[in-house]
């Protein structure tokens, strides 16, 4: 089957820094790509979706400039979590999909990150 | 918004069935996914359905009701690999995807 990897899995940080995490679809090309965020004992929230080559686009409630999505090619997409607070730390999860269409309906996760801001 | 519910909590014997219950009101209805997530780990896709009825596989079956709004997923012969967070997911009018809170399934020997 399709995989998706993410890089770091864990990392800590202090408040204040920016942290990059890197999603990867790894046998196919991801033309949209989803980062979720997921709180302890909470089901996940879409935060944003991007398609390769234009801007994401961000659910209601999510700071675009804190949060910057980067979909540069069709295997790799990029959040940058800019200024890092406590309230950040969660698990963050990312998806992707292969079409843009309901005909590739699947998308597959990544085995998400454990963010921690000290 | 998106509104999909199901139980918090549910807690079953190895070898016994547990069925999952999951309610959604959603703009637009593009399928139903249900997914497996345990503790500190990505959701791993089990079932999707898009017409009424029932779908098995293995172990696991899923059933939808559109218009119901109403969707369960049935575990038989449960394992202790089982315990597990089980997430009902709504693809929506955007194609896009609403998870509902999960339910923490307890499997007991």
């Known amino acids: 089957g399709a995989v998706v990897s993410q890089h770091p899995s864990r990392v800590i940080c202090k408040s204040g820094t920016s942290v990059k995490i890197e999603c990867r679809s790894l046998?196919?090309?991801?033309?949209?790509m989803f980062w979720y965020r997921q709180f302890p004992k909470q089901s996940l929230m879409l935060m944003a979706t991007?398609?390769?080559?234009?801007?994401?686009?961000?659910e209601q409630g999510v700071e675009k400039d804190k949060f910057l999505i980067n979909h540069a090619s069709l295997t790799l997409s990029t959040l940058t979590v800019t200024s890092a607070h406590p309230e950040d730390s969660s698990f963050y999860i990312c998806?992707?999909?292969?079409?843009?269409?309901?005909?590739?309906?699947?998308?597959?996760f990544g085995p998400g990150t454990r963010l921690t801001v000290t | 918004g998106q509104n999909i519910d199901q139980p918090t909590e549910m807690t079953a014997t190895e070898g016994a069935i547990v069925q999952i219950n999951c309610t959604y009101q959603?703009?637009?209805?593009?399928?139903l996914f249900w997914y497996q997530q345990h503790a500190g780990e990505a959701p791993t896709f089990l079932s999707y359905n898009v017409l009424d009825g029932l779908e098995e596989k293995g172990r696991f079956s899923s059933f939808l009701s559109r218009s119901k709004g109403y969707s369960y997923l049935l575990l038989k012969e449960l394992q202790m690999k089982d315990s597990a967070s089980y997430l009902c997911a709504v693809f929506d009018g955007d194609y896009k995807l609403s998870f509902g809170a999960g339910t923490t399934v307890t499997v007991r020997a």
């Open positions: 991007s398609n390769e080559g234009s801007k994401a686009t961000y």
């Open positions: 998806s992707a999909r292969a079409g843009r269409t309901s005909d590739s309906y699947e998308q597959y």
């Open positions: 046998d196919f090309q991801a033309t949209t």
């Open positions: 959603t703009s637009g209805f593009n399928g």
